[in-house]
T-cell receptor, first 116, second 110 residues
Framework: KAGVTQTPRYLIKTRGQQVTLSCSPISGHRSVSWYQQTPGQGLQFLFEYFSETQRNKGNFPGRFSGRQFSNSRSEMNVSTLELGDSALYLC???????????????FGAGSRLTVL | AQSVTQLDSQVPVFEEAPVELRCNYS??????LFWYVQYPNQGLQLLLK??????LVKGINGFEAEFNKSQTSFHLRKPSVHISDTAEYFCAVGYDKIIFGKGTRLHILP
């Protein structure tokens, strides 16, 4: 079956702009998590959505937001981009239902954002 | 709160030699433990996971890890590495929210 699909794979923006990234989870997976990966900080947890509801949230400013649709596809948005937002944004889906059992993540290839 | 410390940012090792990548975690509750691998320009791929039961966990590509509760460690090992193992390895911990370490780059020397 198809894996986790993230679009776009690469994008370049300038400071002050906003960006929207998309993630299609594995069919049947209802949990979607987002991470920011940078060389200095490694992977940092942004948020997790399950059945269109944000279930967990990391320590990022309000400029970072997300949502999940009824088909489990998820988007994340970053407004008022800063240079420090340049990173690889990874999406991961999980079949874990209602917070029960192991949250085993399957990752997409990521969206690489460069902010100039 | 949970945290993960990967003690080495880079590990060079000769081809066909054994390797150990170290990981220590802290958590106030029982958690699950994971190792993921990231090849260049790709996302992360699950190598193995510890959920419960036997403390020695076998994963893909010949890797294994041992859960040590008293030392709060979950070190990853492989008895003989290949050039194809060149990648970055991430230890992760969590039950609900999964927290990752900063990664260890494995360099295979010919």
């Amino acid at each position: 079956k198809a894996g986790v699909t993230q679009t776009p794979r690469y994008l370049i923006k300038t400071r002050g702009q906003q960006v929207t990234l998309s993630c299609s989870p594995i069919s049947g997976h209802r949990s979607v998590s987002w991470y920011q990966q940078t060389p200095g900080q490694g992977l940092q947890f942004l948020f997790e959505y399950f059945s269109e509801t944000q279930r967990n949230k990391g320590n990022f400013p309000g400029r970072f937001s997300g949502r999940q649709f009824s088909n489990s596809r998820s988007e994340m948005n970053v407004s008022t981009l800063e240079l420090g937002d340049s990173a690889l944004y990874l999406c991961a889906s999980s079949s874990r239902d209602r917070g029960v059992g192991a949250n085993v993540l399957t990752f997409g290839a990521g969206s690489r954002l460069t902010v100039l | 709160a949970q945290s993960v410390t990967q003690l080495d940012s880079q590990v060079p090792v000769f081809e066909e030699a054994p390797v150990e990548l170290r990981c220590n975690y802290s958590s106030s509750v029982s958690v699950y433990l994971f190792w993921y691998v990231q090849y260049p320009n790709q996302g992360l791929q699950l190598l193995l996971k510890y959920l419960s039961g036997s403390t020695l966990v076998k994963g893909i590509n010949g890797f294994e890890a041992e859960f040590n509760k008293s030392q709060t460690s979950f070190h990853l090992r492989k008895p003989s590495v290949h050039i194809s193992d060149t990648a970055e390895y991430f230890c992760a911990v969590g039950y609900d929210k999964i927290i990752f370490g900063k990664g260890t780059r494995l360099h295979i020397l010919p």
